[in-house]
C-alpha cells in the first residue's frame, strides 16, 4: 500500500484516486476549488481545502511523508510548475507531474519532477491505433516502439498450435496471452490448439503488428 498525495482533483485527478483507493491505497486530495473536494471525497482517504501553490500550504502538508506525490493539475501550467518545485524543495519522494505539451514536460522534469503524463496525448494516440485498424480492440505502449495489441484470432489460425504457427518467424511478434470470454491464459504454450473464439494479445513494433493485423 501507498499513500499518494494527489494536487488538483480535476476528472484526471478524480479519475486517478478512484483507481488507486481501488487498489487499495491511501489517498490525500488537495485542491483550492471547495466543490470539486467535495464532490471527490468518496474517491479519497481523507482531502484538504488549499492553494498548493503557496509555500507554507506545502509545508503544513508534510510532503516528505507521502510515497507518491501527483500534480495533476491540468488547466494552469504554471501554478503545476510552482508546485513541482515545492515538492521537490520540501523533500517529496517521488513527483508525477502532468503536462500537455513537450515543452511543458521538459519544464516539469527541469523544476523537480521524476516522472511526466501527457494524458490527452497518451488518449489521442490510442485512440488512432484502435480506431485505425478494424482488428485492434486495445493497444498499450511499452516503448516508442513497442507496445502490446488486442487482436482477434485470424481465420487461419483456427485449427492449429502455436508451435504449427511459427508466428516469431513468420511475423517478428510474440503472443504474450490468450482471452478466452472472461479467462486469461498467459504464456500460452507451444501445444494450444486456436478455436477461433480467443482475443489475443501480440508484442511487437508497430510496423510489424501493423502488417500482422491486416488480415
Not at 515543452?103 to 485505425?132: C, D, H, M, S
Not at 516502439?145 to 487461419?156: F, G, L, M, N, S
Request: with cysteine; net charge negative.
Amino acid at each position: 500500500m501507498k499513500s499518494v498525495l494527489m494536487i488538483g482533483m480535476g476528472r484526471f485527478g478524480r479519475h486517478m484516486s478512484e483507481k488507486l483507493l481501488e487498489l487499495g491505497h491511501e489517498v490525500m486530495a488537495v485542491d483550492m476549488d471547495e466543490n470539486r473536494i467535495i464532490q471527490s471525497r468518496q474517491f479519497v482517504t481523507n482531502s484538504e481545502i488549499g492553494d498548493a501553490s503557496h509555500e507554507d500550504f506545502i509545508k503544513h502538508l508534510g510532503v516528505e511523508n507521502y510515497d507518491l506525490c501527483v500534480v495533476s493539475i491540468g488547466d494552469n501550467f504554471q501554478n503545476s510548475l510552482i508546485i513541482t518545485s515545492l515538492l521537490r524543495e520540501q523533500g517529496a519522494k517521488f513527483i508525477v507531474s502532468r503536462a500537455s505539451r513537450d515543452i511543458q514536460a521538459k519544464l516539469l522534469l527541469r523544476n523537480g519532477a521524476n516522472e511526466v503524463i501527457y494524458p490527452e496525448k497518451e488518449q489521442a494516440i490510442t485512440a488512432a491505433v484502435r480506431f485505425g485498424s478494424d482488428n485492434v480492440f486495445g493497444y498499450i505502449p511499452l516503448t516508442e516502439d513497442i507496445a502490446i495489441y488486442e487482436t482477434p484470432v485470424p481465420a487461419a489460425w483456427i485449427g492449429k498450435t502455436l508451435a504449427e504457427l511459427n508466428i516469431r518467424k513468420k511475423f517478428d511478434i510474440n503472443v504474450v496471452a490468450i482471452k478466452l470470454g472472461d479467462r486469461i491464459i498467459s504464456t500460452p504454450g507451444a501445444e494450444y490448439v486456436f478455436t477461433g473464439t480467443e482475443v489475443i494479445f501480440i508484442i511487437g513494433t508497430e510496423e510489424k503488428v501493423q502488417t500482422f493485423t491486416k488480415f
